[in-house]
């Protein structure tokens, strides 16, 4: 096929380079498509993008069927895994009121869901307490756990919280009951009073279970209910009684690792790998509930649980009833499911609408941003569980870390933050300093997202603060800033063939990039808006293949205006993700557009 020159520049300005390094972009010689023949090498293309994700050539086969066999770790190698496996195992032989305190997002609902349905099937019905977002704030609370205490439970499991609550967990530790911390966001050097603190991002812990600091925190709640049933089973308490099908709450897992971005490599690839199997067979009468209400006709991929069901799940959470999620993921009750299902679907309908409020006032706010390293915006009244949202948007269209703050309207007028980095931008060690320096009352979180509390006025500060310190690893991140890419097809080659060929190295997610492929030369035949502000191409090439692509959420971009008004008759290559489109009678094959470059 023709070759795209070494002095190519995209429309947005962007080098266009082979992931891994192994092929010569700008010389053409790297593997072209041109009858789209996918499957006579499809075990080769599936090699290649799996090298060029880090797998060594030795280690392809575990890679390419994923299994839990092949990734699962010991879990004794966490510590305090084994206190924690004991201490809940005790609690379950003696029939002791366990609570489980889950975070109101989708990784607290399927982390406390889990630990439900374990503790369920070994007969225990544990309650669950999730705090209201708006009442109450993020994590467990001293009132939260006294009162739980006092109310009968002898051991609370918080789920995706807790690894920095320390006086709340001070006050749990006085009144006499026992904690169990489940968590994975980012922990001071000090830790909190627990009876078992289980992180894979502890200051502490080992080198080889700080290999596993990119787990959600369901994926550790998994771990943990693999050490609980390993003791249960040591002490003979399973003896002559059927076993929990711990592989039957990988769909729960798979859930809750999409929804909160974590790095789908390694063992997060081969949990979230089953868990959507797990996931099609419908077991979980909640999650097919859920499916229903999504208008999935199909068994759901990944790119399903991040922008279909899980933001159903978080829509209670951020502006409906927290605990709804956790109530449905763990009901028995089919009509029940349906019902909160649908209650799910409804509230995320008016999430999108509080959702568009706040971003157009937060993005009248960012030409004052247009020298800062990290973009601080705060608003009087916004609603508190958009702003994780709003702040990832932003972060996307501006390219960099990102804070939304909502100003509180009462006297106090405290400021409850999300933020969302880019890749090579830890935010949330970056928030844990500005605490420990005196900018915020409270903030915590991982190197992608953060959350935080400051006091009135504090923001600006902070936004002060966060520029200076993050000015260089953003400089760098920037700096590094390329189009990696797959593989080049011609039109015709971009087909579903190709497509499930490479389906092949999945399941994608972040840390594990989907394919991206380039297609050309190509003629616009068309150029048109769909919806608010996604631009739609109908081209075509020489060789007479022709196919849709669109870019998303890009109308106002310098890629969408070039689109629709500067091509002229000229030729393109266009880089994006390939997708199939199953709208029609039969299958076809589709661009996710994300860049492009004039062929001539």
């Not at 959470?317 to 299902?341: F, M, N, Q, S, Y």
């Not at 971003?359 to 009248?364: L, S, T, V």
């Not at 990832?392 to 980095?421: F, M, N, Q, W």
């Not at 949330?428 to 903030?443: Q, S």
Request: proline fraction near 4%; charge should be negative.
């Amino acid at each position: 096929m023709p070759a795209i020159s070494a002095d190519t520049r995209s429309i947005l300005g962007q080098q266009w380079r082979w992931r891994g390094g192994n092929m010569d972009l700008a010389s053409g010689t790297g593997d072209a498509i041109g009858d789209g023949n996918a499957a006579a090498f499809g075990t080769d293309l599936v090699d290649q993008m799996l090298m060029a994700r880090g797998v060594a050539r030795d280690d392809l086969p575990r890679h390419r069927k994923p299994t839990l066999r092949e990734f699962l770790p010991d879990p004794s190698i966490f510590r305090d895994m084994d206190a924690a496996a004991e201490r809940l195992a005790q609690a379950v032989l003696a029939g002791e009121r366990i609570t489980i305190y889950g975070d109101y997002d989708v990784d607290g609902a399927t982390s406390a869901a889990l630990l439900i349905l374990l503790l369920r099937s070994l007969g225990v019905e544990a309650a669950h307490y999730i705090p209201d977002r708006l009442l109450e704030g993020y994590g467990p609370s001293r009132e939260a756990l006294v009162k739980l205490a006092q109310t009968g439970s002898s051991l609370i499991v918080t789920v995706d919280c807790g690894a920095m609550a320390h006086e709340a967990l001070a006050a749990a530790h006085d009144v006499g009951v026992d904690v169990i911390v489940v968590d994975h966001h980012k922990c001071a050097s000090v830790l909190p009073v627990t009876a078992a603190l289980v992180n894979p991002n502890r200051l502490d812990e080992s080198d080889e279970a700080a290999a596993y600091g990119h787990l959600a925190a369901v994926g550790m709640a998994f771990l943990l209910a693999v050490a609980t049933v390993r003791s249960l089973r040591a002490s003979g308490a399973l003896k002559g009684r059927q076993e929990p099908d711990l592989m039957a709450l990988l769909d729960l897992v798979a859930l809750g690792t999409v929804a909160d971005v974590a790095q789908l490599r390694g063992l997060n690839r081969a949990m979230v790998a089953q868990g959507l199997k797990v996931m099609a067979r419908r077991d979980n009468i909640g999650m097919a509930a859920l499916i229903d209400t999504s208008r999935l006709s199909r068994a759901p991929t990944c790119s399903d649980l991040g922008f279909a069901l899980g933001p159903r799940i978080n829509a209670g959470g951020r502006v409906g009833e927290a605990d709804l999620g956790v109530r449905l993921l763990t009901t028995r009750d089919p009509d029940e499911a349906r019902e909160i299902a649908a209650r799910l679907s409804d509230l995320n309908e008016q999430r999108r609408s509080i959702e568009k409020l706040v971003q157009e006032e937060a993005e009248a706010q960012l030409p004052a941003q247009h020298n800062r390293s990290v973009v601080v915006v705060a608003g009087l009244g916004w609603h508190p569980g958009v702003i994780g949202i709003v702040a990832g948007r932003i972060k996307e269209k501006t390219g960099k870390p990102t804070v939304v703050i909502a100003l509180e309207t009462d006297e106090a007028g405290h400021g409850k933050g999300s933020g969302r980095s880019v890749s090579g931008v830890d935010l949330g060690a970056a928030i844990i300093a500005a605490k420990d320096a005196g900018l915020l009352n409270a903030g915590g979180g991982h190197a992608m997202a953060a959350g935080l509390t400051v006091a009135r006025g504090g923001h600006l500060a902070l936004g002060e603060w966060l520029d200076e310190r993050l000015a260089r690893d953003v400089a760098a991140a920037q700096g590094n800033h390329a189009l990696p890419v797959d593989l080049s097809v011609t039109p015709r080659g971009l087909n579903p063939e190709l497509i499930e060929a490479l389906e092949q190295a999945g399941p994608f997610g972040m840390g594990w990039p989907g394919p991206r492929v380039v297609v050309g030369p190509v003629r616009l035949l068309k150029a048109d808006l769909v919806g608010t502000d996604h631009v739609r191409l109908i081209v075509s090439g020489d060789d007479g293949g022709r196919f849709k692509a669109i870019a998303f959420r890009a109308a106002e971009t310098l890629l969408g205006q070039t689109l629709l008004h500067g091509i002229s008759g000229r030729k393109l290559w266009l880089a994006g993700r390939p997708k199939i489109d199953d709208w029609g009678t039969r299958p076809a094959a589709e661009l996710h557009l994300e860049d492009a470059a004039f062929a001539d």
